[in-house]
Each structure stands twice: as C-alpha cells, then as structure tokens.
C-alpha cells in the first residue's frame, strides 16, 4: 500500500531521554502534519510543512519539540528531554497541499510513546 | 475562544439502528467542518467535509452531516449502523488560521 507509513509504532523511554518518530507520507504529498492525542482527547495540532515554505510550528508546546522534513518526503519529529506529560500517540498526516488546511488529509498508524 | 465540542463520550446503539453524533462549535463566522473516524488497527479516516453550499453533506460508508448555523452545529448521522461502524468520531473545526481544531471525539459501540 501507499499509505502514511510511521516508525516506531511503540517507544518506550525513560524520562529525560530523548525521542525520535519518523514519518513517510504518501508520494506526492506536498504537506505533512504532525499532531498528538493523548489518551481519551482529540488531536493536538503540532507542526504543519508545506513545501519549501517555512514549517507552522505554532502547536509545538515548548522548545523541547522540534521537527524536520527533508525536500517533501520524510519528516522528523524529535522531542528532547522527554517527559510523563509527553506519553501520546503521535500521529501524522500528508495531503496534496493544493487546498491549505482544507485539504484531506491521510493519516498514520501513529506511534504510541510511552515515558516512564 | 474558537472551539468544538463533543457532548458525548460515548454512544451505544443496536446493529440496525440509527445513529446521531452531536457536535457543536464556537466560531464567529461559516466554519470549515470535518468528521473524522478512528477504527482500531485502521487510523483516521475522512468521512466528509463541509465547506459551503447546501448544508446537507454526504460521506463515505453511508454517513451524512447536516450544518446548522443557527445551532452551530454539525451532527452526523447514519440511517442503520453496522457492526464495523464501531470505532471513535470526531468532530473537527478549521479555525480562522486554517489549523484543525478537534473535538476529544465519542466512542460508538454497537450492540450486536
């Protein structure tokens, strides 16, 4: 299938360690989110990038969350120093990018982080 | 403040029955509106979108949505669930940044 592929699909770390997720979007998708649920919540929108314009890092909760994407494929997600409050499944989505915002966006799997 | 709601959590309902999904949403103008459905082992999946025009959406797997502006709302429903219909819903609202704001969702279980 050509779908949102996320690695790992569980992490379990120790406080203060640092984390990182990857996601592959579907080929040709020019946007890529990140967002996160955590347990019994809706999704919290993390950080949007839309081909080479300048990532929307407005979700990101504090400095400890950062991401990268290379040209309009994979994207990091890394989150430093974790904490308890960060255990979430992290998700991602790509889109055509034609649309903004309003495009359909396709989901991940997701990964499961789990901070101890 | 901008935001949507979900009044609840959860929903059972018979196999064969119909189904309504509340949502409600604070906005000061005509929202973009989305539901979204979580299955297990499956992800999120788009199940409709409004945007403008006629008020009555249809989407995929046989669920519709109705927009409402005079009671902000946009409630889901399907005429006769099935079994593989049970999954988590949500509700979601593009606010005036074009950032999807979302509802913390309501889990439908279908009695057999």
């Known amino acids: 299938g050509a779908g949102v592929s996320q690695s790992p699909s569980n992490k379990v770390t120790e406080k203060g360690k640092d984390v990182e997720l990857r996601c592959d979007p579907i080929?040709?998708?020019?946007?890529l989110y990140w967002y996160r649920q955590r347990l019994g919540q809706g999704l919290e929108f993390l950080i949007y990038f839309q081909g080479n314009s300048a990532p929307d890092k407005s979700g990101l909760p504090s400095d400890r969350f950062s991401a990268e994407r290379t040209g309009e494929s994979v994207s990091t997600l890394t989150i430093q120093r974790t904490q308890q409050e960060d255990s979430a499944v992290y998700l991602c989505?790509?889109?055509w990018g034609v649309g903004g915002y309003a495009d359909t966006q396709y989901f991940g799997p997701g990964t499961r982080l789990t901070v101890l | 403040a901008q935001s949507v709601t979900q009044p609840d959590i959860h929903i059972t309902v018979s196999e064969g029955a119909s189904l309504e999904l509340r949502c409600n949403y604070s906005y000061g103008a005509t929202p973009y509106l989305f539901w979204y459905v979580q299955s297990p082992g499956q992800g999120l999946q788009l199940l409709l979108k409004y945007f403008s025009g006629d008020t009555l959406v249809q989407g995929i797997k046989g669920f519709e949505a109705e927009f409402k502006r005079s009671q902000s709302s946009f409630n889901l429903r399907k005429p006769s669930v099935h079994w593989s219909d049970a999954a988590e819903y949500f509700c979601v609202f593009m606010d005036s940044n074009y950032q999807l704001i979302w509802g913390a969702g309501t889990k439908l279980i279908i009695k057999p």
């Open positions: 080929s040709g998708h020019t946007a």
């Open positions: 989505a790509s889109s």
